[in-house]
């Protein structure tokens, strides 16, 4: 009994006790050398790179706010008609997403009823057995309509599968030539954007924008920066694109605005970043479903009440303003965390570095073996701590990152 008493009381009192770590005193040069030296790299890591470079010393916000207004001006002649920017802006709302049309392929007076399909046209009946077979009826994939199941004349030479649904059918085996005055229209964007975590708010209207500005001012990488007009063939030109092509088969480009800001400095410092990407690439190396395209119809009732419609099939360039912002601001949570990450990396690298040089040179003051194994692996132990913060921390902060951001939703051009 008296024994246990006098374990348990043991544990409580070594419980309460106060450890030092034993100091080592290695006089060499060389040791002295390389332990200055390494920590003198940790510094400069820490205060180059944590610090300054990345600015660890603040809190970031990543969850922008942004608002995306755009207009187009610039006038074009197509098929003899004078087009403005109620006949080739869609849609017509100025929002970040919207479509310069180029190239219109178009068919009038369609009406419900049926009639002789375009696709699949033959000459003979010599290819198949059963030639009703390949109209089935209510079939419509790849069909500009239902199918009836009857075989008619096309014209003169050629037969096809009756539809019902709009007649006459689209032919867009024709190509016209695209509306080239597109490359000399204007673009106007107007940004808004907010940090919520700091309620700070911004637009890409910079104090030295004025009225007069305005209207004589075009952006240019060199001396107009942050104009807020943009000529479209210029925009193509900064993607790296090839106007006639797009003209042609139509492409989606992206006008991406960066808000970098150091809420640090003044607001006036916090400036956007403007950049230019073809978002569709891939269209470029593929021969199926080229570039870029929809169609719309505008449609219209007779005196008998009869409707009736014009298709257009519409060649476009699809424009998406993206919207990305990082802010960071002081604040004393991250900029402790990481002094103190600064201070334990210095001094588990002196740890290290005296323990192993003195182990090498069999100058500890206990020449057990087993204590000299417990020392190197608790040494390499803390020591992974400063590889694993530099190569962590970056991680961690991208996911959060990721996690705010979300996604971008996008409105389609119909």
């Known amino acids: 009994?008296?024994?246990?008493?006098?374990?348990?009381?043991?544990?409580?009192?070594?419980?309460?006790?106060?450890?030092?770590?034993?100091?080592?005193?290695?006089?060499?040069?060389?040791?002295?050398?390389?332990?200055?030296?390494?920590?003198?790299?940790?510094?400069?890591?820490?205060?180059?790179?944590v610090f300054l470079y990345e600015k660890a010393y603040q809190v970031r916000d990543t969850a922008i706010e942004s608002s995306v207004m755009t207009k187009v001006k610039g006038f074009g002649e197509y098929n003899n008609r004078i087009m403005d920017v109620a006949d080739y802006v869609t849609p017509t709302q100025g929002a970040s997403v919207f479509c310069i049309i180029t190239k219109l392929i178009?068919?009038?007076?369609?009406?419900?009823?049926?009639?002789?399909?375009?696709t699949g046209l033959w000459t003979s009946w010599s290819r198949f057995e059963q030639p009703w077979s390949i109209c089935?009826?209510?079939?419509?994939?790849?069909?500009?309509?239902?199918?009836?199941?009857?075989?008619?004349?096309f014209n003169a030479t050629y037969k096809t599968c009756e539809i019902k649904g709009w007649c006459p059918a689209e032919i867009d085996e024709i190509q016209p030539n695209p509306m080239m005055e597109v490359e000399n229209f204007t673009i106007f964007i107007k940004n808004s954007i907010r940090f919520p975590r700091f309620n700070f708010t911004k637009g890409n209207f910079l104090p030295n924008i004025n009225s007069s500005y305005i209207k004589q001012c075009k952006f240019d990488f060199e001396s107009n920066m942050y104009c807020p007009i943009f000529k479209v063939g210029d925009v193509i030109r900064f993607a790296q694109q090839d106007f006639t092509t797009l003209a042609k088969k139509g492409g989606v480009i992206g006008i991406k605005i960066a808000w970098?800001?150091?809420?640090?400095?003044?607001?006036?410092?916090c400036k956007p970043a403007y950049s230019f990407t073809r978002l569709d690439a891939m269209s470029e190396?593929?021969?199926?479903?080229?570039?870029?395209?929809?169609?719309?119809?505008?449609?219209?009732?007779?005196?008998?009440?009869?409707?009736?419609?014009?298709?257009?099939?519409?060649?476009a360039i699809?424009?998406?303003?993206?919207?990305?912002?990082?802010?960071?601001?002081?604040?004393?949570?991250?900029?402790?965390?990481?002094?103190?990450?600064?201070?334990?990396?210095?001094?588990?690298?002196?740890?290290?570095?005296?323990?192993?040089?003195?182990?090498?040179?069999?100058?500890?003051?206990?020449?057990?073996?087993?204590?000299?194994?417990?020392?190197?692996?608790?040494?390499?132990i803390q020591c992974t701590y400063i590889l694993a913060y530099a190569l962590l921390r970056k991680n961690f902060k991208m996911s959060v990152n990721s996690s705010k951001n979300g996604s971008l939703r996008k409105k389609m051009c119909v």
């Open 1 to 49: 009994m008296q024994q246990c008493s006098g374990k348990m009381w043991n544990c409580i009192t070594d419980f309460f006790t106060y450890e030092t770590t034993k100091s080592v005193v290695v006089k060499s040069w060389t040791i002295g050398i390389i332990n200055r030296v390494v920590q003198l790299l940790i510094i400069t890591y820490f205060i180059g790179w």
């Open 106 to 118: 178009t068919t009038e007076n369609q009406v419900q009823g049926q009639c002789p399909e375009v």
């Open 136 to 153: 089935y009826v209510n079939f419509h994939w790849l069909s500009q309509g239902l199918l009836t199941g009857r075989c008619v004349n």
């Open 260 to 269: 970098l800001c150091d809420l640090d400095k003044a607001d006036d410092e």
């Open 285 to 315: 190396k593929t021969t199926v479903s080229p570039g870029y395209n929809f169609r719309y119809a505008k449609y219209f009732k007779m005196e008998n009440g009869t409707e009736y419609r014009t298709l257009l099939k519409a060649y």
């Open 318 to 380: 699809r424009f998406d303003v993206l919207v990305n912002g990082d802010a960071g601001k002081f604040d004393m949570i991250p900029t402790l965390i990481n002094m103190v990450a600064a201070f334990t990396s210095v001094g588990v690298v002196c740890v290290f570095i005296t323990s192993f040089c003195a182990c090498t040179l069999n100058r500890l003051v206990s020449p057990n073996p087993i204590q000299i194994y417990l020392l190197v692996v608790s040494t390499l």
